[in-house]
Structures are given as structure tokens and as C-alpha cells.
């Protein structure tokens, strides 16, 4: 079956320590993405990446790392420098060449900091 | 910059009831507009999309939308509700040109009590 697999679904950290989301593809696509989703404030992108070895910066992405080395795969790493990490983090990705830009999402990992 | 606008944040209904759930958007040019579901421990999956064509979309489960383009709307309904349609909706807009990021509204919680 293809899809966006996320691991762990939740992940517990402390204050201060780096942590290293994972995302993974088996769809083909091209673009990936990185949301993260609070109550009462929908997703908000933190990086994307249309092409392998680029990606750009979303609306909230300081504190927040991303690389992508293979298509498949579009790691996140949540640095001691944002000052509220514990929310849920969402992976999507989408086909350039589709011209839609529907994106498909994967199961979330739910991050507490403390 | 594009925003998306959803004013109902929580909304209870009894089953068979009607649903309709608001959705603005700014901005002028050409757009593509879906509706997102999040069902209580599942994954973001597309409702429905619209990109040209019948402004009336019809998507899974009975839902449907109609795009306003006057109105810069784009409301999501469903005649009759069922308990399963409990879950939180998400609006979302992309321009029509090229590749853009999505942009989400902050959702509407949806309680459908049987």
C-alpha cells in the first residue's frame, strides 16, 4: 500500500534536547511538507521541500530543521531553540506533476516536551 | 498574504440534522480549494477539491461544496448528518499558479450527537 508513515505516533523529551521526527513516502511524490497543528489554530506549515536536496522555509520555522537527501524522506528536527515544541506534527506530500497539489498526510507524531 | 477563514469553530448537531460549515478565503486571483476531515484518531484525508469547472463539488460521504466566487467563499454541506461525521474540517486555498503552499483555516469541530 502506498503512503506517508510518521514514526514514533508519540515521543516524549526534555526541555533542552534536540529531537528528530521521521516521514516517509512510498507515493513517488515530489513535495514534501512539514505542519504542525495546535487546538484552535489549524496547520501551520513549517518547512517544505519541492525537490530533493531543496527546501524552504513555512510560516513558523524557526527552531525547526528539515534535510532531504532522498525523495522519500523528509526528517524534521525539533531544536532546543523553539520555545514551545509539544504540539502534532503532521508529514504530507504531494505530486508536482499532477498540477493539483492535493496533499496526503500521514498519521502524526504527538510531541511533549517537558 | 492569503488567509483562510472558518467561523464556525464548534458546532453540535443532532443527527439528520443539516450541516453547512462557512469557509472565506482572501485572495483574488484563480484558486484551488479543498476541504480536509481529521476523524477522531485517523489521519488528515481529503473531503473534496475544486479547481475548474461546476462550482458545486461533490466529495465522500455525501459531502459537498459550492464555490462562491463573488463571495470568496467556498462552504462545505451535507443535507443529513450521521454520528460517524463527527470529526474536525479543514478548509484550505492554493493558488492556481504554479506550485504554492497550502494554507489551512483553523478548523471546525463537529459533534454529532445520535
Known amino acids: 500500500d502506498g503512503g506517508i508513515t510518521q514514526s514514533p505516533k508519540y515521543l516524549f523529551r526534555k526541555e533542552g534536547q534536540n529531537v528528530t521526527l521521521s516521514c516517509e513516502q512510498n507515493l513517488n511524490h515530489d513535495a514534501m511538507y512539514w505542519y504542525r497543528q495546535d487546538p484552535g489554530q489549524g496547520l501551520r506549515l513549517i518547512y517544505y521541500s519541492q525537490i530533493v536536496n531543496d527546501f524552504q522555509k513555512g510560516d513558523i520555522a524557526e527552531g525547526y530543521s528539515v534535510s532531504r537527501e532522498k525523495k522519500e524522506s523528509f526528517p524534521l528536527t525539533v531544536t532546543s531553540a523553539q520555545k514551545n515544541p509539544t504540539a502534532f506534527y503532521l508529514c504530507?506530500?504531494?505530486?508536482?506533476?499532477?498540477?493539483?497539489?492535493?496533499?496526503?498526510f500521514g498519521p502524526g507524531t504527538r510531541l511533549t516536551v517537558t | 498574504a492569503q488567509s483562510v477563514s472558518q467561523h464556525n469553530h464548534h458546532v453540535i448537531l443532532s443527527e439528520a440534522a443539516s450541516l453547512e460549515l462557512g469557509c472565506n478565503y482572501s485572495?483574488?486571483?484563480?484558486?484551488?480549494l479543498f476541504w480536509y476531515v481529521q476523524y477522531p484518531g485517523q489521519h488528515l484525508q481529503l473531503l473534496l477539491k475544486y479547481f475548474s469547472g461546476d462550482p458545486l463539488v461533490k466529495g465522500i460521504k455525501g459531502f459537498e461544496a459550492e464555490f462562491i466566487k463573488s463571495k470568496f467563499s467556498f462552504n462545505l454541506r451535507k443535507p443529513s448528518v450521521q454520528w460517524s461525521d463527527t470529526a474536525e474540517y479543514f478548509c484550505a486555498v492554493t493558488p492556481n499558479t504554479g506550485f504554492q503552499k497550502l494554507v489551512f483555516g483553523t478548523g471546525t469541530r463537529l459533534l454529532v450527537s445520535p
Open positions: 485572495y483574488g486571483g484563480t484558486v484551488n
Open positions: 504530507a506530500s504531494s505530486s508536482r506533476t499532477s498540477g493539483t497539489y492535493e496533499q496526503y
